[in-house]
């Protein structure tokens, strides 16, 4: 599957009118000014995939074994990707050093990452996890949403990404996979489930269990499924 090209940041200082940009759904640029400083703001609606690694700094892990962890996520995410249907190279990465932030554009369905990408990225994690020692294995939390996105020249912001970053990093979600056996844990937030994930027969709706968020500013509910190896796996 093919899609259009996420938006080209634009300069902070730009006067002259805004060149078209293609975008895939919905986007739009505005030009914002703020006494004699002109902004001109690249926006589009993406669906938000974060993920992070679980316990990346944990002190037995030396330089080399992040390195190869961090070759691995992106190797997975990749795989998980396009085995789900999504071209990873239509989509805009965001490196986090521990994890990725992925911005899919628009015209992509989201029922492909609710239906196929949490399975794909298992047996992902599980391949490379069968090929490595223990100290260079991934454990993934993986947190979806999707709005309206900002872009600069220094990259991307918005009230959406904010609120993915939440669900990902909360003590909710992260307890949940310290007490399990779990690869791949799965958040999606209230918007995501009840738009996409319910509606479909794929998506094992069933297996997510509902939570209650609260970190930094964001309080709210999100669903969590955890996603285990098979028993013979490893």
Known sequence: MTSSPLPEPRGPNARSSPEPVH????????LVEAGEEH???????????????????QHDRNNTNQVRIRHGMYKAMQAAFDAAGIT????????????????????????LLADHLPNALLEALVRHNQTHPPRERIRLRLALHAGE????PHGVT???????????????????VAG?????????????FDEVIRHSEL?????????????????????VRLLRPPRNSL
């Open 180 to 192: 399990s056996s779990a690869v791949l844990a799965v958040v999606g937030s209230a918007w995501f």
């Open 88 to 111: 990873w190279l239509s989509c805009q990465h965001d490196d986090r050093g521990d994890g990725v932030l992925v911005f899919v554009p628009a015209d992509v369905p989201k029922r």
């Open 158 to 176: 918005g009230s959406a990404i904010n609120h993915t970053c939440r669900l990902l990093d909360a003590d909710v979600l992260r307890n949940a």
């Open 23 to 30: 975008l895939a759904g919905n986007g739009a640029l505005l």
């Open 149 to 152: 996105v900002n872009y600069d």
């Open 39 to 57: 902004l001109t703001l690249t926006t589009a609606h993406c669906t938000i995939v974060a993920a992070d690694i679980v316990g990346f700094g």
């Open 203 to 223: 998506s094992q709706a069933r297996a997510y269990r509902r939570v209650e968020v609260s970190n930094k500013e964001t309080t709210t509910h999100a669903w």
